[in-house]
């Protein structure tokens, strides 16, 4: 069964340290590949997403994830982050059936 | 920019009433989904639909779960005899498409479900 792991569990970092967040999935064939947000009392948001082609994707407020295909991957980076990053991060497979997401990694930024 | 839109924002209910979640997909969309996540935990798929049929479905959405697109609009989950167990928040989302480079979901705002 396709299953998605994330890496941690709650990530805290001061601002301007810049963020990895890890994503692996299991699943031998063609996936999409999403990043989703989840601010406090919001709803999911879409943060980037990967189809084919350049595997290093920028999305939105500077965000980027690389999809590495040899090692299931596709990890979450921001070079600095800023207080209003405080949120869940989910990452999701799509193998165009339905969405699989992880677990989630909450990410607390210290002003 | 269109969206998906959900009410109610919370719903609160006594166990084994029925609770009807309503959304509103994006207009043009013709895939429709509900997810779950119970508060801490992960989004859980729970049902699509398409064609005014499920297409696929969790071991989550047992019977007393039921999906219908009443009109044109409207997508709606129905929860016939709610049990503490299903407090979470309820998510709606829609696609275009079945896949390709339209294949993003966009998600409702999602309906907190509060089963007393």
């Known amino acids: 069964a396709q299953s998605v792991s994330q890496h941690n569990h709650h990530v805290i970092l001061s601002e301007a340290a810049s963020l990895e967040l890890g994503c692996n999935y299991s699943y031998g064939g063609t996936v999409n590949l999403f990043w989703y947000v989840q601010y406090p009392g919001q709803h999911l948001q879409l943060l980037l997403k990967y189809f084919s082609g350049d595997p290093l994707v920028k999305g939105i407020k500077g965000f980027e994830a690389e999809f590495i295909k040899s090692k299931f991957s596709f990890n979450l980076r921001k070079p600095s982050v800023q207080w209003s990053d405080t949120a869940e991060y989910f990452c999701?497979?799509?193998?165009?059936?339905?969405?699989?997401f992880g677990p989630g990694t909450r990410l607390s930024v210290l002003p | 920019e269109p969206e998906v839109t959900q009410t109610p924002s919370h719903q609160v209910t006594q166990m084994g009433q029925e609770v009807i979640l309503r959304c509103v997909p994006i207009s043009n969309h013709l895939y429709f989904y509900w997810y779950r996540q119970i508060l801490g935990q992960k989004v859980e798929f729970l049902v699509s639909f398409y064609n005014n049929e499920i297409s696929e479905k969790s071991e989550i959405f047992d019977d007393q779960f039921s999906v219908e697109r009443p009109d044109g609009s409207n997508f709606t989950l129905k929860i016939r005899s709610t049990k503490l167990e299903d407090s979470a928040m309820y998510f709606c989302a829609s696609r275009l498409t079945s896949g390709g480079a339209t294949d993003t979901q966009y998600f409702g705002p999602g309906t907190r479900l509060t089963v007393l």
């Open positions: 999701a497979v799509n193998n165009g059936q339905n969405f699989v």
